[in-house]
């Protein structure tokens, strides 16, 4: 089975962890704020608070901006479920914007018409958007954060897929059109640090809460203390937080993969050139690449044009299976899920998301990934459709 997805762990990688389990601080310790320095030069953003996964960097993103009851979050139905699922552990309400058909992400045209129509019916306007730059490829960001001017919302750019992207030449995270921005490092993703997750942001005030909640809520700091300390021992929870805090085996992890994601980008660069030569004469569309972008590719995602071919979109899937490519599919509309159609949501209401998802495959894309393996893919590809 060649994977959709798989890390690229090094032997430097391996020594650096161990290192970590033979020194005094399994958590805690000097790893931790070293990741959160590398990550702040990567991407350039002023702050950076690491945690244990990319859904606690979005629980603590949302929190900090003050998300919670009786305020609403909107983003795209083609995510993971935890983009939309951090508004409800808030208390908040979710709602969604309908998808571009060229670039997969949110619209910032639905975007626009959406808030028009919600300022004209009086209906409440979102407190929060989420774009995720799906597969790495930025969303029309300078667009969305004009439109956060003119209607007072705040932005949290989901680029779990896209560390080591670029929009218009600078990288993602820098946060210039966002308040915060959160990546992830679950084992699939562009980098790995097991489970692992992290926020960037140019605002020291929304840095301190999230790193505040991501331990409890617990401070040592005299400057936030309500009294006087009691003694060295002393410490004050001035907030409900949590703990999701980051190891320093994972951190340790982090810094050391990092030294390779250029590397790893250009390689999905490469890989995904290599489909988009080999597949471009077959009955599918291909991910078009919008101009002043340069995406991380975490996934390679193709949309059968099923009126050209004799197969339906399960068939295609399950042929993939059987000659044992693993093939994927990102995502189903979260409005769809079960617990979504609980709330309210009906099937029809984003009708671009669901036509997407009537006709997407991810193929395998990863660092390291031999010619041989593509051109396996490639074949069984046209094998299905021809
Ligand atoms: C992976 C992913 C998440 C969740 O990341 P975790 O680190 O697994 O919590 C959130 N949003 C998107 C778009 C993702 O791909």
Redo the contacts with the bound molecule.
């Keep these: 089975m060649i994977p959709y997805g798989k890390q690229a762990i090094s032997q430097q990688d391996i020594d650096s962890v161990i290192e970590v389990l033979k020194s005094d601080f399994l958590t805690q310790g000097p790893q931790v704020p070293l990741f959160e320095n590398k990550i702040k030069s990567a991407t350039q953003a002023s702050y950076a608070v690491a945690v244990n996964?990319?859904?606690?960097?979005?629980h603590l993103a949302c929190l900090s901006l003050g998300l919670s009851k009786g305020d609403v979050l909107w983003t795209t139905p083609i995510?993971?479920v935890?983009?939309a699922n951090c508004a409800l552990y808030c208390g908040a309400d979710i709602d969604f914007v309908d998808i571009d058909p060229i670039s997969y992400n949110l619209s910032a045209a639905e975007l626009e018409k959406k808030l028009i129509y919600v300022k004209q019916h009086n209906l409440p306007l979102p407190k929060i958007v989420i774009p995720?730059h799906?597969c790495g490829q930025p969303c029309d960001m300078e667009k969305i954060h004009e439109l956060s001017k003119t209607y007072g919302f705040s932005i949290i750019e989901?680029a779990?897929?896209a560390i080591g992207g670029k929009y218009k030449n600078k990288p993602i995270g820098n946060c210039e059109y966002s308040d915060i921005t959160?990546f992830?490092?679950?084992p699939?993703?562009i980098i790995t640090t097991g489970?692992?997750?992290i926020a960037t942001t140019n605002n020291l005030k929304l840095a301190n809460k999230m790193a505040l909640l991501r331990s409890h809520g617990v401070t040592r700091e005299d400057e936030l203390m309500t009294e006087p300390s009691h003694g060295a021992w002393y410490y004050q929870q001035i907030e409900l937080g949590f703990n999701y805090r980051m190891t320093e085996m994972q951190a340790a992890l982090g810094v050391s993969q990092l030294t390779r994601l250029a590397e790893f980008v250009d390689d999905r660069n490469r890989l995904a050139k290599y489909y988009d030569d080999k597949l471009s004469n077959l009955p599918i569309i291909l991910p078009k690449q919008i101009k002043d972008s340069y995406s991380a590719y975490?996934l390679y995602i193709i949309k059968l044009k099923l009126t050209d071919i004799k197969l339906s979109h399960i068939q295609v899937f399950d042929a993939l299976c059987i000659k044992h490519i693993g093939v994927n599919l990102?995502?189903i509309p979260i409005h769809l899920q079960p617990y979504y159609q609980r709330i309210g949501f009906k099937s029809g209401q984003f009708p671009m998301a669901e036509e997407y998802y009537e006709q997407a495959i991810s193929i395998p894309i990863f660092h390291q990934m031999s010619n041989e393996q593509q051109d396996t893919v490639i074949q069984a590809i046209e094998d299905i459709l021809r």
């Design positions: 996964s990319a859904t606690s960097a979005l995510s993971f935890a983009t995720v799906l989901d779990s897929h959160v992830s490092f679950h699939v993703k489970e692992g997750g975490h990102h995502y």
